[in-house]
């Protein structure tokens, strides 16, 4: 287990950049795979980006390839997001996820621990 405290994000205009992070503590993080989710209103919670272990392996959701990236730090036991060409259909509340072993899941069910989660407004 993981305790996941997040930070930034906030209010932006179409096509700016935000960055969401993720400090990690009790727990050991390079045995983690990190994720980031998100959830917009009346809409279920969706996958957006993950990194492996060891930071070398990343995979995105087709909604922000080429916009946004996944990052770590595991010397600091902290993950980032990275997020450009913003557009409106990005807000949302986002939420970093962690889930012990090394195997890459997209379902909020195989994450074991969250964040509180941090939100994200894309203005129009």
């Known amino acids: 287990q993981v305790q996941l405290v997040q930070s930034g994000g906030g209010l932006v205009q179409a096509g700016g950049s935000l960055r969401v992070s993720c400090a990690a503590s009790?727990?050991?993080?390079?045995?983690?795979?990190m994720a980031w989710f998100r959830q917009s209103p009346g809409k279920e919670r969706e996958f957006v980006a993950l990194i492996s272990q060891g930071g070398s392996n990343t995979h995105y959701a087709d909604s922000v390839k080429g916009r946004f990236t996944i990052s770590r730090d595991n010397g600091k036991s902290s993950t980032d997001l990275q997020m450009s060409y913003l557009e409106p259909e990005d807000t949302a509340v986002y939420y970093c996820a962690a889930r012990l072993g090394s195997a890459f899941y997209t379902t909020t069910d195989e994450y074991d621990d969250w964040g509180q989660g941090t939100q994200v407004t894309v203005a129009g």
């Open positions: 009790g727990g050991s993080f390079t045995n983690f795979v």
